[in-house]
């Protein structure tokens, strides 16, 4: 089955603390991208990878990371999270200009 | 910030009536993306439509493209209670690197 795997769904930690939120997809596209949605502010990009080793930054970068050895790996690293961090989180994939599949979310607590 | 907007930001229709929502953005597009969303869940892509097109139709769905207006339309026939949820759409820059989602349309269908 296609699909794009987050993981953990649920994640609560504490300022300061470093974590990481996977991702994985399994329909060899190229395109990945991590969104943070906020209420009000719909979607918004944080960063995106055109292919391995290839990442750029979206419209919400800071206090972000991400890295992309795999083609279907797309990691996203808070280095030291911040209460505004707090939000829910998707990652996404795609072949180029086509229809984008999500993961089913992570909603991260930071307190 | 270049995300676009959604209008109305909420919509309340009886089963079996059409539902129209409207999508504004503010730069040059490859193509743009109406996605759905059920409750905080991962989103669901519904139709893309290119920059070069004006019109497409998939099932009860169609979706109308003005460039010169910088807008997009979605429009619902005959809706059911199950096409409750938000409504997304996102548009893919030039180079198709980039994208940037509206702030959505929470749609609610009474039976």
């Known amino acids: 089955e296609a699909q794009v795997t987050q993981n953990p769904r649920y994640l609560i930690t504490v300022t300061g603390k470093k974590l990481t939120v996977t991702c994985s997809q399994n329909?060899?596209?190229?395109?990945m991208s991590w969104y943070r949605q906020d209420p009000g502010l719909g979607l918004r990009q944080i960063y995106y990878?055109?292919?391995?080793?290839?990442?750029d930054k979206g419209d919400v970068p800071e206090g972000y990371k991400v890295s992309r050895k795999e083609k279907r790996n797309f990691p996203l690293i808070l280095e030291s999270p911040s209460p505004n961090q707090t939000s829910l989180y998707f990652c996404?994939?795609?072949?180029?200009?086509?229809?984008?599949?999500f993961g089913q979310g992570t909603r991260l607590t930071v307190v | 910030s270049q995300q676009g907007e959604e209008d109305p930001q909420a919509l309340s229709i009886q089963e079996g009536e059409n539902a129209t929502m409207n999508c504004s953005y503010k730069t040059s597009i490859n193509n743009l993306q109406w996605y759905r969303q059920n409750s905080g869940r991962g989103l669901v892509h519904l139709i893309l439509i290119r920059s070069n097109e004006r019109e497409k139709h998939s099932g009860r769905l169609r979706v109308t493209l003005d460039t010169s207006k910088k807008s997009s339309s979605l429009l619902i026939t005959a809706s059911r209670a199950a096409d409750t949820a938000s409504y997304f759409c996102?548009?893919?820059?030039?180079?198709?690197?980039?994208?940037?989602f509206g702030t959505g349309t929470s749609l609610t269908v009474i039976p």
């Open positions: 996404a994939s795609s072949f180029k200009n086509t229809e984008a599949f």
């Open positions: 996102a548009t893919a820059s030039i180079t198709g690197n980039q994208f940037y």
């Open positions: 990878s055109m292919n391995v080793e290839v990442t």
């Open positions: 329909m060899n596209h190229e395109y």
